[in-house]
């Protein structure tokens, strides 16, 4: 079956068809930076050309980067603020035309290391974090997934994200070791509280793992993830997938 995933995220939205039984993408992905902040008509504005550039007919899966409560946005940290409240699914299903399904963006991208990367065949307890414009958390379980906003936890007086993000790395131009001994506090006070098993550190910097894993030194199994930038948009058509099947 096939499923056109979509990212949203803090600087740029992307999209691809996958084909979700084996986690590929169909076609090349297709992204529209979002150097200034859309508002939520422009963003489904948005997904609708990634839509009509795949010439789309079928089902879509979004990953957003907020708490999803059924299809309504609850938050939106690093993007408009006009999305709070939103009903996401009727948004972009309007602006679209096609049935959307709608989840939290490190959600997506976890299903998709839990099925196909990283986390593949693993049952005990994950965690995942996605590390980019702000950080992204879930949960698995004997393959159940809990989406978290553990990027949102207290850390020297400010939310844990406008330390250990990605875009904080770069935005400050801290060191690898300055930026992965930040992370490693994160996660020990991460590893207190949930005592995962496995931890997939994922977003485009993990990539890069090999320049600050040495500085990280949790009990759990540390692994990068595995699809990297593509994570997203597969995960996000597996959440199509999921939510058919309910
Ligand atoms: C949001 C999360 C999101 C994460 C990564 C946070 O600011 O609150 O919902 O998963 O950023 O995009």
């Not at 994950?126 to 980019?132: D, I, K, P, Q, S």
């Not at 935005?171 to 590893?191: A, F, I, P, V």
């Amino acid at each position: 079956m096939k499923v056109l995933g979509i990212d949203i995220g803090g600087s740029a939205i992307k999209g691809a068809p996958v084909d979700i039984t084996t986690g590929r993408l169909l076609a090349g992905r297709f992204k529209i930076e979002t150097p200034l902040l859309l508002t939520p008509l422009e963003m489904a504005d948005a997904a609708a050309m990634i839509a009509a550039h795949f010439r789309w007919k079928g089902p879509i899966g979004i990953g957003f980067p907020g708490v999803i409560h059924g299809g309504r946005i609850l938050t939106s940290a690093n993007l408009d603020k006009k999305f709070i409240g939103c009903d996401g699914i009727k948004l972009f299903a309007k602006a679209t035309g096609l049935p959307v399904a709608l989840t939290n963006d490190a959600a997506a991208a976890g299903l998709a290391e839990m099925k196909f990367g990283a986390g593949k065949d693993f049952g005990g307890k994950a965690l995942m974090l996605t590390l980019g414009t702000g950080v992204g958390s879930v949960l698995f379980f004997r393959g159940s997934l809990f989406p978290c906003e553990l990027g949102h936890l207290q850390m020297d007086g400010r939310d844990a994200e406008k330390r250990v993000a990605a875009s904080v790395k770069q935005r400050k131009d801290l060191s690898w070791k300055q930026w992965g001994s930040r992370l490693n506090c994160y996660l020990e006070t991460l590893e207190d509280i949930l005592w995962p098993e496995l931890i997939i550190i994922g977003g485009g910097i993990s990539a890069k793992h090999d320049k600050f894993f040495k500085f990280l030194k949790p009990r759990a199994k540390l692994v990068p993830a595995e699809f990297l930038n593509e994570a997203g948009i597969v995960g996000a058509a597996l959440w199509a997938d999921k939510e058919r099947h309910r």
